[in-house]
Protein backbone atom coordinates (compact mmCIF):
# COMPACT_ATOMS: atom_id res chain seq x y z
CA UNK A 1 0.00 0.00 0.00
CA UNK A 2 2.50 2.22 0.96
CA UNK A 3 4.76 1.64 -2.03
CA UNK A 4 1.61 2.33 -4.68
CA UNK A 5 1.05 5.41 -2.73
CA UNK A 6 4.30 6.80 -3.10
CA UNK A 7 4.43 5.49 -6.87
CA UNK A 8 1.38 7.35 -7.80
CA UNK A 9 2.83 11.00 -6.18
CA UNK A 10 6.25 10.01 -7.67
CA UNK A 11 4.11 9.69 -11.21
CA UNK A 12 2.15 12.65 -10.63
CA UNK A 13 -1.34 10.93 -10.46
CA UNK A 14 -1.11 12.48 -7.15
CA UNK A 15 -0.11 16.11 -6.83
CA UNK A 16 0.28 18.50 -3.60
CA UNK A 17 -3.04 19.23 -2.18
CA UNK A 18 -5.38 16.03 -3.36
CA UNK A 19 -7.24 13.57 -0.67
CA UNK A 20 -6.77 10.05 -0.63
CA UNK A 21 -10.22 8.28 0.16
CA UNK A 22 -11.52 7.96 3.86
CA UNK A 23 -9.78 4.72 5.80
CA UNK A 24 -12.75 2.94 5.16
CA UNK A 25 -12.64 3.31 1.10
CA UNK A 26 -8.47 2.45 1.55
CA UNK A 27 -9.35 -0.51 3.54
CA UNK A 28 -11.37 -1.95 0.68
CA UNK A 29 -9.51 -0.74 -1.92
CA UNK A 30 -6.61 -2.63 -0.62
CA UNK A 31 -8.27 -5.76 0.35
CA UNK A 32 -6.44 -4.65 4.12
CA UNK A 33 -7.60 -4.36 7.75
CA UNK A 34 -7.78 -1.05 9.44
CA UNK A 35 -4.82 -1.34 11.16
CA UNK A 36 -3.23 -1.72 8.08
CA UNK A 37 -4.07 1.00 6.94
CA UNK A 38 -3.70 3.37 9.68
CA UNK A 39 0.48 1.63 9.37
CA UNK A 40 0.72 2.43 6.15
CA UNK A 41 -0.61 6.33 6.29
CA UNK A 42 1.58 6.31 9.86
CA UNK A 43 4.62 6.01 7.86
CA UNK A 44 3.58 7.97 4.65
CA UNK A 45 3.06 10.24 7.40
CA UNK A 46 6.88 9.91 8.43
CA UNK A 47 8.29 10.38 5.26
CA UNK A 48 6.35 13.91 4.85
CA UNK A 49 4.07 12.29 2.15
CA UNK A 50 0.70 13.17 3.61
CA UNK A 51 -1.12 14.16 6.67
CA UNK A 52 -3.70 12.46 8.20
CA UNK A 53 -6.44 13.40 10.53
CA UNK A 54 -8.46 10.38 12.14
CA UNK A 55 -11.31 13.15 12.66
CA UNK A 56 -10.81 14.78 9.06
CA UNK A 57 -13.52 12.83 6.63
CA UNK A 58 -11.89 14.05 3.65
CA UNK A 59 -9.08 11.36 4.20
CA UNK A 60 -5.13 12.47 4.46
CA UNK A 61 -3.88 14.89 2.21
CA UNK A 62 -0.37 14.66 0.07
CA UNK A 63 2.07 17.52 0.72
CA UNK A 64 4.33 19.43 -1.01
CA UNK A 65 8.47 18.68 -0.90
CA UNK A 66 10.19 19.38 2.06
CA UNK A 67 13.22 19.83 1.98
CA UNK A 68 13.64 19.07 5.83
CA UNK A 69 12.60 15.31 5.09
CA UNK A 70 15.19 14.88 2.40
CA UNK A 71 17.52 15.78 4.69
CA UNK A 72 16.19 13.32 7.26
CA UNK A 73 16.74 10.73 4.50
CA UNK A 74 19.99 11.65 3.17
CA UNK A 75 20.86 11.72 6.88
CA UNK A 76 20.05 8.42 8.14
CA UNK A 77 21.46 6.82 4.63
CA UNK A 78 24.76 8.67 5.48
CA UNK A 79 24.68 7.17 9.19
CA UNK A 80 24.39 3.27 7.97
CA UNK A 81 26.95 1.00 8.76
CA UNK A 82 26.91 -0.77 5.29
CA UNK A 83 27.99 3.03 3.91
CA UNK A 84 32.37 3.16 3.98
CA UNK A 85 33.57 6.08 4.75
CA UNK A 86 35.36 6.20 1.11
CA UNK A 87 31.96 6.52 -0.02
CA UNK A 88 30.96 9.12 2.42
CA UNK A 89 34.01 11.33 1.56
CA UNK A 90 33.64 10.57 -2.54
CA UNK A 91 29.35 11.52 -2.22
CA UNK A 92 31.08 14.78 0.08
CA UNK A 93 33.68 15.64 -2.70
CA UNK A 94 31.04 15.64 -5.32
CA UNK A 95 28.96 17.47 -3.24
CA UNK A 96 31.35 20.37 -2.26
CA UNK A 97 33.05 20.27 -5.78
CA UNK A 98 29.84 21.23 -7.47
CA UNK A 99 28.64 24.04 -5.00
CA UNK A 100 31.87 25.53 -5.85
CA UNK A 101 31.68 24.89 -9.46
CA UNK A 102 28.30 26.82 -9.03
CA UNK A 103 28.92 29.47 -6.32
CA UNK A 104 31.82 30.91 -8.61
CA UNK A 105 29.86 30.91 -11.96
CA UNK A 106 26.95 32.45 -10.54
CA UNK A 107 28.55 35.27 -8.97
CA UNK A 108 30.19 35.66 -12.75
CA UNK A 109 26.95 35.75 -13.80
CA UNK A 110 25.28 37.90 -11.18
CA UNK A 111 23.01 35.00 -9.86
CA UNK A 112 24.87 34.77 -6.55
CA UNK A 113 25.34 38.16 -5.03
CA UNK A 114 27.51 40.01 -2.49
CA UNK A 115 25.93 38.99 0.49
CA UNK A 116 26.31 35.45 -0.36
CA UNK A 117 29.91 36.02 -0.94
CA UNK A 118 29.49 37.42 2.61
CA UNK A 119 28.43 34.87 4.14
CA UNK A 120 31.31 32.85 3.10
CA UNK A 121 33.71 35.32 4.47
CA UNK A 122 32.41 35.46 7.51
CA UNK A 123 32.84 32.05 8.46
CA UNK A 124 36.24 32.26 7.02
CA UNK A 125 36.66 34.81 9.55
CA UNK A 126 35.29 33.15 12.45
CA UNK A 127 37.42 30.02 11.66
CA UNK A 128 40.63 32.52 12.02
CA UNK A 129 39.13 33.71 15.60
CA UNK A 130 38.12 30.54 16.67
CA UNK A 131 39.93 29.94 20.07
CA UNK A 132 39.11 26.49 20.63
CA UNK A 133 39.30 23.24 18.04
CA UNK A 134 35.74 22.36 18.93
CA UNK A 135 34.60 26.23 17.40
CA UNK A 136 37.51 25.74 14.65
CA UNK A 137 35.61 22.54 13.42
CA UNK A 138 32.30 23.87 13.51
CA UNK A 139 33.08 26.91 11.27
CA UNK A 140 34.28 25.09 8.91
CA UNK A 141 31.50 23.16 8.58
CA UNK A 142 29.45 26.41 8.58
CA UNK A 143 31.98 27.59 5.73
CA UNK A 144 31.09 24.72 3.41
CA UNK A 145 27.32 25.11 4.01
CA UNK A 146 27.78 28.69 3.07
CA UNK A 147 28.95 27.86 -0.58
CA UNK A 148 26.23 25.47 -0.95
CA UNK A 149 23.66 27.94 -0.39
CA UNK A 150 26.08 30.28 -2.94
CA UNK A 151 25.59 27.31 -5.23
CA UNK A 152 21.75 28.05 -5.84
CA UNK A 153 20.90 24.21 -5.86
CA UNK A 154 18.86 22.84 -2.99
CA UNK A 155 19.55 19.81 -3.37
CA UNK A 156 22.78 20.02 -2.80
CA UNK A 157 21.85 22.37 0.27
CA UNK A 158 20.33 19.76 2.00
CA UNK A 159 22.77 16.82 1.23
CA UNK A 160 25.75 18.94 2.37
CA UNK A 161 24.29 19.95 5.52
CA UNK A 162 23.10 16.06 6.15
CA UNK A 163 26.33 14.53 5.21
CA UNK A 164 28.06 17.66 7.73
CA UNK A 165 25.61 16.02 10.69
CA UNK A 166 27.77 12.73 9.92
CA UNK A 167 31.45 13.91 9.38
CA UNK A 168 31.26 16.02 12.34
CA UNK A 169 32.32 14.27 14.80
CA UNK A 170 35.38 12.75 12.35
CA UNK A 171 36.24 16.31 12.34
CA UNK A 172 35.73 17.04 15.96
CA UNK A 173 37.82 13.66 16.57
CA UNK A 174 40.82 14.37 14.58
CA UNK A 175 40.80 18.01 15.47
CA UNK A 176 40.67 16.85 19.90
CA UNK A 177 43.80 14.46 18.92
CA UNK A 178 46.01 16.22 16.59
CA UNK A 179 49.29 17.37 18.14
CA UNK A 180 50.07 19.22 15.17
CA UNK A 181 46.60 21.20 15.57
CA UNK A 182 48.40 24.85 13.76
CA UNK A 183 49.57 23.42 11.06
CA UNK A 184 45.99 21.79 10.48
CA UNK A 185 44.16 24.62 10.67
CA UNK A 186 46.66 26.57 8.77
CA UNK A 187 46.44 24.69 5.80
CA UNK A 188 43.15 24.45 6.20
CA UNK A 189 42.53 27.98 6.21
CA UNK A 190 44.38 27.97 3.17
CA UNK A 191 42.62 25.58 1.08
CA UNK A 192 39.79 28.26 1.98
CA UNK A 193 41.19 31.06 0.90
CA UNK A 194 42.32 29.84 -2.50
CA UNK A 195 38.58 28.13 -2.64
CA UNK A 196 37.27 31.82 -1.80
CA UNK A 197 39.86 33.48 -4.44
CA UNK A 198 38.54 31.06 -7.17
CA UNK A 199 34.58 32.11 -6.03
CA UNK A 200 35.33 35.45 -6.36
CA UNK A 201 37.05 35.50 -9.56
CA UNK A 202 34.24 33.22 -11.13
CA UNK A 203 36.82 30.41 -11.70
CA UNK A 204 34.45 27.78 -11.24
CA UNK A 205 36.86 25.13 -12.61
CA UNK A 206 39.38 25.73 -10.14
CA UNK A 207 36.91 26.11 -6.97
CA UNK A 208 35.70 22.70 -7.74
CA UNK A 209 39.23 21.03 -7.75
CA UNK A 210 40.48 23.51 -4.80
CA UNK A 211 37.24 21.85 -3.20
CA UNK A 212 37.63 18.09 -3.78
CA UNK A 213 41.27 18.32 -2.94
CA UNK A 214 40.98 20.06 0.40
CA UNK A 215 38.76 17.21 1.85
CA UNK A 216 41.04 14.59 0.52
CA UNK A 217 43.82 16.37 2.20
CA UNK A 218 41.81 16.56 5.51
CA UNK A 219 40.73 13.15 5.48
CA UNK A 220 42.48 10.86 2.92
CA UNK A 221 44.49 9.62 5.77
CA UNK A 222 41.44 7.56 7.59
CA UNK A 223 41.07 5.50 4.53
CA UNK A 224 43.31 2.10 3.54
CA UNK A 225 46.03 2.75 1.07
CA UNK A 226 44.26 1.09 -1.78
CA UNK A 227 41.37 3.88 -1.20
CA UNK A 228 43.92 6.62 -0.79
CA UNK A 229 45.14 6.58 -4.68
CA UNK A 230 41.11 6.73 -5.98
CA UNK A 231 40.65 9.63 -3.90
CA UNK A 232 43.42 11.25 -4.57
CA UNK A 233 42.90 10.88 -8.21
CA UNK A 234 38.98 12.01 -7.91
CA UNK A 235 40.29 14.92 -6.12
CA UNK A 236 42.63 15.95 -9.39
CA UNK A 237 40.10 15.21 -11.83
CA UNK A 238 38.71 18.01 -14.12
Known amino acids: MVERIEQAVFSGALTP ?4 PSERELMGQFAVSRSTVREALRVLESNGMVRSSPRDPRGPVILPFAPAHLHKSVTRLASVTELSLAELLQFRMML ?15 QAD ?9 AMDDMRAAQQRIEFGRADLAFHDAVARASGNSLIQVCTHAVHTVVLGIIEDKLDKAEDYARIAERTLGHHEQLIEAIRSGQGGA ?32
Do not use: K, N, V, W
Open 17 to 20: GDRL
Open 96 to 110: EGSAGFLAAHRLATG
Open 114 to 122: AEQLAEIEA
Open 207 to 238: ASRIARASLCDYYAEYLPESEQELLRSFAQGS
